[in-house]
């Protein structure tokens, strides 16, 4: 049974830091994409940045240059350290894991699944 579960979430103030964490357990390939993604209430899910298991990265235009997508050498654990935080930025966050061994052409929520209960971020003045 795959498991996902995000935590690090919390309130933060604007051009604060928050770093994020993901682990996945019990899925079946050994070599997958991953992708972080947000939520706000009565919007899609939207994609924020990907991470193929050889640690290729890729950022939405909004995020480039102030979220950092990393994972551990046992790739057991994605992190999204995310700095200078903006009110855009609160949302709810989920990570998931992909059927695609790269993530390059598979940037779509429905590219992804088993998604766990997501972590809150909130930025405010």
């Known amino acids: 049974q795959v498991q996902v579960a995000e935590s690090g979430g919390g309130s933060v103030q604007i051009g604060g830091s928050l770093t994020l964490s993901c682990v996945i357990s019990g899925y079946k390939f050994s070599e997958y994409c991953v992708g972080w993604f947000r939520q706000t209430p009565g919007k899609e899910r939207q994609g924020v940045a990907y991470?193929?298991?050889?640690?290729?990265?890729t950022y939405v235009e909004s995020v480039k240059g102030r979220f950092t997508i990393s994972q551990d050498n046992t790739k057991t654990t994605r992190y999204l350290q995310m700095d200078n935080l903006k009110p855009e930025d609160s949302a709810l966050y989920y990570c998931?894991?992909?059927?695609?061994?790269?993530?390059?052409?598979?940037?779509?929520?429905?590219?992804?699944?088993?998604w766990g209960q997501g972590t809150q971020v909130t930025v405010s003045s």
């Open positions: 991470i193929d298991s050889d640690g290729e990265t």
């Open positions: 998931a894991p992909s059927a695609w061994t790269f993530c390059a052409g598979h940037y779509g929520v429905d590219d992804f699944g088993h």
